[in-house]
């Protein structure tokens, strides 16, 4: 029988969603298989922005480069 954590994984892996779980500091502790697909199919360089980076830092840069979503979602 899986554990919660393999029956989470599989979970968030089967959905067609990009997910990324931050801890309350911005720092990426988990991505999905979708989240990882879009960075491969999109040219970001293999795992970034992954697990332990800092989201929040790289919303932050997105948005002063002009990009309105990363704005939006900054302010949560």
């Known amino acids: 029988m899986p554990s ?3 029956l989470e994984a ?3 892996n089967s959905l067609a969603e990009q997910i990324a779980v ?3 500091q911005g720092k990426i502790v988990y991505t999905n298989t979708s989240w990882a697909d879009f960075g491969r199919n999109n040219g970001l360089p293999e795992g970034g922005p992954g697990p332990e980076t800092n989201y929040l830092h790289v919303l932050r840069q997105s948005a002063g480069s002009g990009d309105h979503l990363a704005a939006v979602a900054i302010q949560g």
């Open 10 to 12: 599989r979970v968030l």
């Open 22 to 24: 931050i801890d309350n």
């Open 4 to 6: 919660c954590k393999d």
